[in-house]
């Protein structure tokens, strides 16, 4: 469950234990015209990054070209905590954080596995979050929106906070 976070300190923590914990989110590149899409992340608190292994054939790798802006979206698994980054998206040749970040789900996607030439690593920074969480289930959440409705005077529900953060550039 999302604890409502009071300071954006707080909340910056929050939004880097939530993208350890979910480890899936709809990446895309701003600008290209193309949907979101699902991608698997590792997320490296102490850079501000995240990374991504994917395809260098893939639409997405030539959307971003040598780099681009992107945008990352992320909902828990218990949907009470959401978020919305921003910042810029670029390949990354490092075959030492590659071989860091490799595991058998990765490898599934490999025809050659670690070895297949199209293996690409891209890194992901973000640089503005928008970010919203909820103590309580969606049962709970449904009841105060229903009371908010029913209630003179009460329009808005309370079922979370929301913060808009600018992150920190990691050196």
């Not at 919305?84 to 998206?89: A, E, F, K, Q």
């Amino acid at each position: 469950m999302a604890n409502r976070p009071e300071t954006d300190i707080e909340a910056e923590k929050q939004l880097w234990d939530q993208l350890s914990d979910t480890r899936t989110g709809m990446l895309w590149v701003q600008g290209s015209g193309q949907h979101p899409q699902p991608m698997t992340h590792f997320a490296d608190p102490d850079s501000g990054a995240l990374w991504f292994i994917t395809a260098s054939d893939t639409d997405l790798v030539a959307a971003m070209g040598e780099g681009a802006q992107a945008g990352f979206t992320l909902v828990s698994g218990s949907g009470d905590y959401h978020a919305s980054m921003t910042g810029p998206l670029v390949p990354y040749n490092s075959d030492e954080k590659i071989d860091e970040l490799w595991n058998f789900a990765v490898a599934a996607w490999f025809e050659k596995g670690r070895a297949d030439e199209t293996v690409q690593l891209i890194k992901f920074t973000p640089r503005e979050a928008s970010v919203w969480a909820s103590q309580g289930n969606p049962v709970l959440v449904g009841l105060k929106m229903m009371r908010a409705a029913m209630t003179e005077g009460e329009s808005h529900p309370d079922v979370g906070t929301h913060k808009v953060l600018h992150l920190s550039i990691a050196a």
